[in-house]
């Protein structure tokens, strides 16, 4: 390493998709020597008034935080206005998904259309935007002219060592994901009805506890409306559980039809419930989806294949 950079972090949250992708890159750059600060998190605990409390609370702790750093890094929109306020060298903005997109989608049109306009905003403090999916490049690109970096959130491999030797469950099926309307879930309960084993829902538990559902089951189902690149799904190609995926967002970047996965059409719960059947009942298939899956993570979505292009783009940045 040539250079110890300074950093701050600032994030809704450190769990989860995009906040636990920026915990465990501020653990690798740390573990490397660099210097990473985690912004407070502070909001009202109200589902519709998290993000906004948010973006209100951490702006007024960076207009008051003296502190100097080389790189502030904005992990989702609600954290771009703190990193504008922020005394950093360079800052950088990371969005995962079309955020008013996932708004309009999720809660209602007027507030997605509020979202469009704020998200142009924040775009616009940032000296970089990144993104970890392709899909998600290009919808920004068409949409508002920007060039947002590629750069894939990884899985650290070593969290599953813990879970070696799970029993498998005869006929078992994950849903691990958020109990809302964006990921599906509704999709896959008009489904259940039809597939040939049972549903385990892992919505709301520790990371531990999911995996160990999803590593003893034996399909994982990610019936999503859109998606960026579900960090679920690079999780079950690392534990060799076959995926079945909705074809939106960038889930085609991760399940190749037929080869690391099914992917079906979003919204069709009997494609749905017959990938899932069709896994469930040839298990020759299952195998052989599993073992390129896991080839696939193994190569492009570990931090030890990602992390130097994290450091690169941070230190020609600076």
Known sequence: MNHVMRFLFISPRYSGGIGGHAYMLSEQLKNLGHIVDLFPTTH????????????????????????????VHAFNVPSAFAMKFTRAKKKVLSIHGTFSDAIKLIHSKPLGTISNFVEKQAMGYADKITTDSKFT????????????????SPIDTKKFEQLKNMKKIDNQVAYVARADYGKG?????????????????????????????LSSSQVLVQPSRMESLPT?????????????????????????NNIT??????????????????????????????????????????????????IKFYEDLL
């Open 44 to 71: 009202i605990p109200i589902k519709n008034l998290k993000n906004p409390s948010f973006t209100l609370f951490s702006t007024l702790k960076s207009i008051t935080n003296k502190k100097n750093y080389d790189i």
């Open 137 to 152: 490049q290009m919808m920004y690109k068409k949409t508002t002219n920007y060039e947002l970096e590629y750069l894939p």
């Open 185 to 213: 879930i509704d999709i896959l309960q008009n489904a259940e009805h039809l597939i040939h084993g049972k549903v385990v829902y892992c919505t709301n538990l520790p990371w531990i506890d999911a995996m160990k559902i």
């Open 232 to 256: 679920t799904v690079k999780e079950s190609f690392y534990l060799k559980v076959p995926v079945v995926a909705s074809n939106v967002g960038g889930n085609p970047e991760l399940v190749q």
């Open 261 to 310: 996965g099914i992917l079906v059409p979003s919204e069709d719960p009997v494609s749905l419930a017959n990938a899932v059947n069709q896994l469930l009942e040839n298990k020759t298939l299952s195998n052989k989806l599993s073992e390129n899956a896991y080839e696939f993570v193994t190569q492009n979505m570990t931090w030890e294949k990602v992390l130097p292009k994290y």
